[in-house]
C-alpha cells in the first residue's frame, strides 16, 4: 500500500526509490518458519561448507557414525534428489535436513557446495533458517588433486567407491583445467561469505580427516558441546575407500607437462580481479 501510494508522485529520485524496493522485495529471501516440535529436538546443527571431492562423503559417514548429525548435500545433492517423494522446494528441504539429517543426540548437519548455496539462496535465507548453527570449512590442499579426482568422477559417474563406473575415464586436460578453476572460485566465494559476515568456521582438511579422524571427530563435537570420549566406541571405518590411483597420477604428469608455465600469471581467469 506504501508503495503504490509514493509511485504517482512526480519526482524521479521517489520513483526511483520505489522501484528500488520493489526490486529488493521481490528479490528477497526469507527465512523458513520451522515447526515448534522440529525446534524442540534440536540441540545444534553444522554446516559443512565444501566442494566437491573434498573427502566431504567420508566426513560424513564418521559423522554419522559418532551421532554429530548427517552431513548429506540436502539442498541439490544428486543422491538426495533421487530419493522417493524428496521435494524440490528448498523451504520443503529445509526440514528434512533438520529431520533426516539430525542424530537421535539433537544435532543434525547439512553438506553444502558454494554452487548451491547459490542458488538456494534465491528462495530461502537459509543460515536463518538452520536453527543453533555452526560452520565448518572443509578444504583439500591438493588443489590440482582434487580437480582431477572430479574430473575422473564426471566423467565416470562413480563418486563413491562403493558405486559402479559408468564410462571409462580418459585424460582430458582443458576438463582438468577447468575443474581447477571451478574449485578455485568456490574456496573463494566461500572465503568471501565467511569474511562479509563475521563467521570464523572451524577449519578442516581431507589430508587431516583421512590422518587423524578421531581427533577430527574430537574437534566437531567440541564445536557443538558434544564429547567423544576414548572409550567410546566409534566406528572410523566409513566403507568408502579412497579412489585415487595410478590414473591420477598419470593425469597430473601430463596436465603439468601441458599446462604448466611459471612465467604466465592467469589473470583471465579471474574476470575483474584486475
Known sequence: MVLEFLWPTSSIFAQTLVSFAMHLIRKRAFPVKVPPEVLSGIKAGILVCTSPRSGSNHLAELMLAAGLGYPREWFGGRRVLELPNYPSDPRAQVLRALTDGRSPSGIYAVKLFASQFSEVAKIVDLPASLPELRYIRLTRSDLLGQAISWTRARQTGQFRST????????????????????????????????????????????????????????????????????????????????????????????????????????????????
Open 163 to 274: 558405486e559402479a563406473g559408468q564410462k571409462a575415464p580418459y585424460y582430458d586436460g582443458a576438463a582438468i583445467a577447468r575443474s581447477l578453476d571451478k574449485l578455485a572460485s568456490e574456496n573463494l566465494v566461500w572465503e568471501l561469505w565467511f569474511a562479509r559476515n563475521g563467521v570464523t568456521p572451524l577449519s578442516l582438511t581431507y589430508e587431516e580427516l583421512f590422518q587423524k579422524p578421531k581427533a577430527t571427530l574430537e574437534q566437531i563435537a567440541g564445536l557443538v558441546d558434544a564429547k567423544i570420549t576414548s572409550g567410546d566406541a566409534i566406528d572410523l571405518d566409513s566403507g568408502l575407500e579412497i579412489q585415487r590411483d595410478t590414473v591420477n597420477a598419470e593425469w597430473r604428469e601430463r596436465f603439468l607437462l601441458q599446462y604448466s608455465d611459471p612465467s604466465r600469471f592467469p589473470t583471465d581467469r579471474i574476470r575483474g580481479f584486475f
